[in-house]
């Protein structure tokens, strides 16, 4: 089969270097489920492993943990979709039997597993679900990581309701505007920011109640505390400053939620959480939970943001893309 591979690490060109190979075809185990893909995503993990700029890395590899297409085969006692089944792939491995935590050896599509940018992938029987009949494969293969990591910091972590006010500051990035996809389901009232006004601009389309520019606006954390009072919860990916800046203006009672850090780390005043009474929690990835939980929100009435769809055979273009992070929402790669 065609897949893509990555042989080296380059911490300057890491994009530069995956390359479409010809590899033998995986067999599905005892309890597995073979997949034939038709279309992959990207997520910033896959740049983050050619830069080496992730723990545990281990050449070669085949990248990619997003994935929709049909169920090509089963292996011994593996049960789930009919062959032929149009599905989408959860793509934690091993989370445990504790929905709270994911256990230490729990893994990734991608590396060290054998990820979605292959034609054929066999995963775990119970990895394998059913897609939305709603969505088209680019749009399917968009949601497995930034879905499944977007609905547990806002949902099973964050507590969203109708009536929360939402700040998700850096809007653009694939989770952030999933984040704001399901606030916009549940009913809640949503404030972005970004420095791109073409991506504040999208994500009004998909529903932002405020935008908010903060690289125009002087003090954009007093534009948001402006805002009904303050966010009563918030989900972070960015860390830094801009945490900073979102914990001081979170409202008495409100919720914080972190799920990344891209910017560093932040400068947390003890006198903004102790005396807001603030609750601030981590969140990584999702549980075998989360996953049909977050699959069940797209019934019909929302779509994930495709940023553009690339050709298998444009993998560095479309890995250059995801490392100048100039998207909004995901980017697809056509494997068939």
Request: charge should be neutral; charged fraction near 20%.
């Amino acid at each position: 089969m065609r897949a893509v591979r990555l042989h080296e690490i380059d911490r300057e060109n890491g994009p530069k270097h995956f390359r479409v190979e010809q590899v033998d075809d995986p067999a599905p185990g005892a309890g597995e489920t073979l997949v034939k893909i038709r279309r992959a995503a990207f997520n910033r993990r896959d740049v983050f492993i050619s830069q080496g700029l992730y723990p545990g890395i281990q050449l070669p590899c085949i990248p990619g943990s997003d994935g929709a297409g049909t169920v090509a085969a089963h292996g011994d006692g593996a049960q789930g979709p009919p062959v032929g089944t149009r599905v989408v792939i959860d793509p934690t491995l091993g989370w445990g039997p504790d929905q709270r935590i994911w256990q230490r050896t729990a893994q990734v599509l991608g590396m060290p597993h054998q990820g979605t940018f292959a034609e054929y992938i066999a995963v775990p029987a119970g990895n394998v679900h059913p897609a939305p009949a709603s969505l088209s494969d680019d749009e399917a293969a968009a949601i497995p990581l930034a879905g499944v990591t977007a609905y547990r910091a806002l949902v099973s972590r964050g507590r969203c309701t109708k009536d929360d006010v939402v700040l998700i500051p850096g809007v653009g990035s694939g989770v952030q505007t999933f984040v704001l996809l399901f606030a916009k389901k549940i009913g809640a009232k949503v404030i972005v920011t970004s420095s791109s006004e073409e991506k504040l601009a999208r994500a009004k389309a998909l529903g932002a109640d405020v935008a908010i520019n903060y690289k125009t606006s002087e003090k954009w954390e007093k534009d948001v505390a402006a805002i009904d009072g303050g966010p009563s919860l918030v989900v972070d990916s960015a860390g830094g400053d801009t945490l900073s800046k979102a914990i001081n203006v979170t409202r008495y009672g409100g919720r914080v939620v972190i799920y990344g850090g891209t910017l560093g780390d932040a400068k947390i005043r003890p006198y903004s959480v102790f005396w807001r009474q603030l609750d601030i929690m981590g969140s990584s990835m999702g549980s075998p939970q989360d996953f049909s939980e977050m699959l069940a929100l797209f019934d019909g009435s929302i779509k994930p943001a495709v940023d553009r769809v690339y050709a298998m055979d444009d993998v560095v273009e479309a890995a250059e893309k995801m490392n100048g992070g100039e998207q909004f929402g995901k980017v697809v790669l056509a494997v068939a």
